[in-house]
């Protein structure tokens, strides 16, 4: 099983919807979660961070974590075409300092 | 200019050549890291350095040494590449970034070195 399992997608969802993007991980003492994203043939960048059981939200993003079933998510609100972008969840395990370790990202393509 | 730039952006290599990809930051982050990635496998992390003298491996070191020349340099080789070294590399910086429940820091990554080895 892997650390951290990612559908691939892609998921296409219309302009103005919801997408919503999985995560699941297998180690219960993992603490920090994240997801990046990242552009075709750009770097990830950060764009959600969750520590805590339940949701936060920044503008059109929420981060959802619950750590009893070692899953978290990502939802976008009124999707747009500058959404499309692969989403890589990533996961910070206890006693691991600032090591991250990835899924394989989904690819969410919006369209118009 | 990038806060944390790669040196080369794309390399086409031959196999048994030794191979350097070179990070540099100007973020004066202590820590930084090499990942590759790999389409269907995703960033995996390489080696990491917390510190100029603090050099450790990652998942996948096997194949590859790291050399950290100063704080803000942190390079890759491959002593004797071998095609399925082929990838994309990042190198990444980050501060410890510590809360309660754990690492609250942030990668910093840059642009990515594409390495084809043949």
């Known amino acids: 099983q892997k650390e951290v399992e990612q559908n691939s997608g892609p998921l296409s969802v219309p302009e103005g919807a919801i997408a919503s993007l999985n995560c699941t991980y297998s180690d219960r003492v993992s603490q920090s979660f994240f997801w990046y994203r990242q552009y075709s043939g750009k770097s990830p960048e950060l764009i959600m961070s969750i520590y805590s059981n339940g949701d936060k939200e920044d503008g059109r993003f929420t981060a959802q974590l619950n750590k009893a079933s070692q899953y978290v998510s990502l939802l976008i609100r009124d999707s747009q075409p500058s959404d499309s972008a692969t989403y890589l969840c990533a996961v910070n395990r206890a006693g691991t300092a600032s090591k991250l370790t990835f899924g394989t990202g989904t690819r969410l393509q919006v369209t118009l | 200019d990038a806060d944390v730039t790669q040196t080369p952006r794309n390399r086409i290599t031959k196999t048994g050549k030794r191979i350097m990809l070179e990070c540099s930051q100007t973020?004066?982050?202590?820590?930084m890291y090499w990942y590759r990635q790999d389409p269907g496998l995703g960033l995996r992390l390489i080696y990491y350095s917390f510190d100029v003298k603090d050099i450790n491996k990652g998942e996948i070191s096997d194949g590859y040494s790291v050399s950290r020349q100063a704080q803000a340099k942190f390079s890759l080789s491959l002593e004797s590449a071998i095609p399925n070294q082929t990838a994309l590399y990042f190198c990444a910086t980050s501060t410890p970034g510590r809360n309660r429940q754990g690492f609250s820091g942030e990668l910093f990554f840059g642009e990515g070195s594409r390495l084809t080895v043949l």
């Open positions: 973020k004066g982050h202590d820590r």
